[in-house]
């Protein structure tokens, strides 16, 4: 990042929440560079802005979705670090699983790492093991795990659907592109603050979005596919909230 400003670079972008700290160190030695970091934390003057997944509205739809899905009644849940932007995700699949099928019972892991596939796949056995017939895939290597012993999954941010046709049902997309050109506006017109840019992490932005369904189109009862659609209506004219809930989730399932 130093590299980036002393070269001139007018704005720098940080997707990994994991380098906010020594983001905010360096632009406090470049007031004049303009940086946007994925945090839960507050902007800071005069030039460092913040942006935050708040990609709970389209992790709700999934979970209507394996809430009716599930044949077991039992959803595994593998994540990489219980903190508040992974949490307020799992936190909205659980809420919307509960709205179809207030049977729903929960396991949830964390492997307190971001990337180990192997770990997570480990996980997402242990709990098929025990019942799970519906995986909600935080992490890398839970759908395979899914796939191997014929389960389903849930996506999470970006849409695999392409590599696990009949696996994957339903994913979250989070779409940066709202944050990243309202910044590079802001910048060119000279205007950049040290705002939060989290809003435009959520659907009425375009921020984020229920993947297409694909080849669970017709998979999915027809039913389940007219109330995700109408919660999808409501979220974006403004008369269905989701609920941020930032602790970390609680397992239900015995």
Excluded: C
């Excluded at 906010?20 to 940086?35: G, L, Q, W």
């Excluded at 979970?63 to 009644?73: D, V």
């Excluded at 659907?161 to 990243?180: F, R």
């Excluded at 609920?243 to 397992?251: E, H, R, T, Y």
């Amino acid at each position: 990042m130093r590299g980036y400003a002393e070269k001139g670079h007018q704005l720098i972008v940080g997707e990994s929440f994991a380098v906010e700290a020594a983001a905010r160190k360096v632009a406090k030695d470049y007031p004049k560079v303009s940086f946007v970091m994925g945090s839960s934390g507050k902007p800071q003057e005069p030039n460092f802005a913040v942006f935050d997944n708040y990609i709970q509205e389209p992790a709700y739809l999934t979970g209507m979705i394996a809430g009716a899905m599930t044949k077991s009644n039992k959803i595994g849940m593998v994540g990489g670090y219980p903190i508040p932007e992974v949490n307020r995700l799992m936190n909205a699949f659980m809420a919307g699983a509960k709205e179809t099928n207030p049977k729903s019972e929960f396991m949830v892991t964390f492997i307190n790492s971001w990337f180990d596939p192997p770990k997570a796949k480990e996980a997402a056995f242990a709990m098929i093991d025990k019942g799970a017939d519906v995986m909600y895939a935080e992490r890398f290597g839970v759908a395979d795990a899914a796939k191997e012993r014929g389960k389903l999954a849930i996506g999470n941010v970006i849409n695999t659907q392409d590599k696990y046709p009949d696996t994957v049902v339903a994913s979250a997309l989070w779409n940066m592109e709202p944050t990243i050109d309202l910044a590079i506006k802001m910048v060119k017109d000279g205007k950049f603050k040290a705002a939060d840019y989290g809003s435009y992490s959520m659907m009425k932005h375009k921020g984020s979005e229920l993947a297409p369904l694909g080849t669970f189109e017709n998979k999915i009862p027809a039913d389940i596919v007219a109330k995700v659609r109408a919660k999808e209506k409501a979220i974006l004219a403004g008369q269905f909230t989701v609920k941020v809930d930032d602790n970390q989730p609680k397992p239900t399932a015995k």
